[in-house]
């Protein structure tokens, strides 16, 4: 399928399904949650900050960690591939769904998932914090006036609101993206290295079903020899080479 193939088909398309990754997230200057490993930090691996055993371990080493995440999540701004994706919601409607595995809340900024369509956080939202005791969720403070460890209005501590090392997606949001992939007309799939499963294997739904499976991101990954297109490119950029109608 060329480019142009595929800029009709999304055109085309009454059902999209995008999962996107860290690659949307980078151009905004969100590190990598690896990358993030840096100064202080370096000396830990992820898997010994991101587990439910590391935190009821040291609780508050980890939520020191998370801090800093958060104040960077906050400090940052959304970029045109969450404006583009926002654009595509609001032209597709109810058949818009969007999965990603970025814990930074961008998408959500931009108004993903109240335009028309959906969207499901396959990891959480480290902008919000889980009552131990309870469950509920409950938006942060603003980062200069969070106290560590954060207590929810129940005053009971409150952990992370993503999905650690060892921990289950939500079931409720992983089955309805299955539903949504295998129903899509279009998947894209955008700045995911397709290594973490079973995100990476929603395009898969959608192939089977007989329709077309884009993928956006400057690298080859294991997906790529399984999709209709991949182009290489950065987010922002792929998205509109996707939805940008040809001139003349």
């Known amino acids: 399928m060329t480019p142009e193939q595929a800029r009709a088909a999304l055109a085309a398309a009454r059902r999209v399904a995008v ?5 949307v997230s980078a151009e905004s200057g969100i590190p990598t949650f690896r990358d993030a490993q840096t100064g202080h930090w370096a000396r830990f691996r992820p898997e010994d900050l991101a587990s439910p055993q590391a935190y009821w371990r040291d609780p508050e080493l980890v939520w020191d960690w998370y801090a800093g995440r958060y104040r960077d999540v906050m400090a940052a701004e959304p970029n045109a591939a969450h404006l583009l994706l926002a654009e595509l919601e609001r032209e597709k ?27 499901a956080e396959l990891h959480g939202n480290l902008t919000h914090a889980r009552d131990e005791v309870t469950g509920e969720v409950h938006a942060l403070p603003a980062p200069d006036a969070l106290t560590l460890p954060p207590t929810s209005p129940a005053g009971n501590r409150m952990r992370p609101n993503v999905v650690w090392f060892g921990e289950d997606l939500p079931g409720d949001a992983l089955e309805a993206a299955q539903d949504a992939f295998a129903a899509a007309d279009v998947a894209l799939v955008i700045g995911t290295s ?29 997906l790529t020899p399984h999709m209709t297109l991949s182009l290489r490119a950065g987010a922002a950029e792929g998205l509109r080479l996707l939805m940008t109608p040809p001139s003349g």
């Open 194 to 222: 397709g290594v973490v499963y079973p995100a990476a294997g929603l395009a898969a739904w959608t192939l089977r079903r007989g329709g077309v499976a884009v993928e956006i991101n400057p690298q080859a990954t294991d």
């Open 19 to 23: 999962l996107t990754g860290a690659g």
């Open 93 to 119: 409607g109810t058949g818009f769904f969007l999965a990603t595995q970025n814990v930074d809340g961008l998408h959500g900024r931009v108004g993903s998932g109240t335009l028309g369509g959906t969207l």
